[in-house]
T-cell receptor
């Protein structure tokens, strides 16, 4: 149980376009979801926390107008990278909070975004 | 979240046990100790978690120091598929509504055939 499906796994887009990444909890309701980005050989960096039905909380230094997060239902959160530029190329990973005692979090398989 | 400190890298021979240490001296009484691992180009994968007592599952064992300021992830018989970056993370269970899971640098485990 506690599976998170992330789509797409890879996307290449042109500079200036927008890209939407979906994160779905398949067999549980995810009240809280998290979005991370990861550069090569680096650790995961938390970008924002989204709670179903409310605005996302962004980490310091993350542009909320650039990285739009929508968590409209208990099973779906989306991250839209708006007006993408090559420096936005990264590995984006979502995670959902799974509220079984002490269990923690389950992660999507990640999305490799390349902006050309 | 309280901070954790791990060695940047470790190596181990295949089929031998591996002990991955983690220091978390600022841990609070309600922080659970979680371990995740990340294979190349994949999202992190849950390994094990614990609060005070040592824990075992099919993947690994978690040994928690009596004062809880450190823990050790034990892979009993490493295989090449265990080569990954291992993250030790503290999670405050009761921090609903303001929870956050932040990753440190982790330990890159290399398995030598």
């Amino acid at each position: 149980g506690a599976v998170v499906s992330q789509h797409p796994s890879r996307v290449i887009c042109k500079s200036g376009t927008s890209v939407k990444i979906e994160c779905r909890s398949l067999d549980f309701q995810a009240t809280t979801m998290f979005w991370y980005r990861q550069f090569p050989k680096k650790s995961l960096m938390l970008m924002a926390t989204s709670n179903e039905g409310s605005k996302a909380t962004y980490e310091q230094g993350v542009e909320k107008d650039k990285f739009l997060i929508n968590h409209a239902s208990l099973t779906l959160s989306t991250l839209t990278v708006t007006s993408a530029h090559p420096e936005d190329s990264s590995f984006y990973i979502c995670s959902a909070s799974y509220r079984v005692l002490g269990y923690g979090y389950t992660f999507g398989s990640g999305t490799r975004l390349t902006v050309v | 979240d309280a901070k954790t400190t791990q060695p940047n890298s470790m190596e181990s021979n295949e089929e031998e046990p591996v002990h991955l240490p983690c220091n978390h001296s600022t841990i609070s009484g309600t922080d659970y100790i979680h371990w995740y691992r990340q294979l190349p180009s994949q999202g992190p994968e849950y390994v094990i978690h614990g609060l005070t007592s040592n824990v075992n599952n099919r993947m690994a064992s978690l040994a928690i120091a009596e004062d809880r300021k450190s823990s050790t992830l034990i892979l009993h018989r490493a295989t090449l598929r265990d080569a990954a970056v291992y993250y030790c993370i503290l999670r405050l269970l009761s921090n609903f509504g303001n929870e956050k899971l932040t990753f440190g640098t982790g330990t890159r485990l290399t398995i030598i055939p």
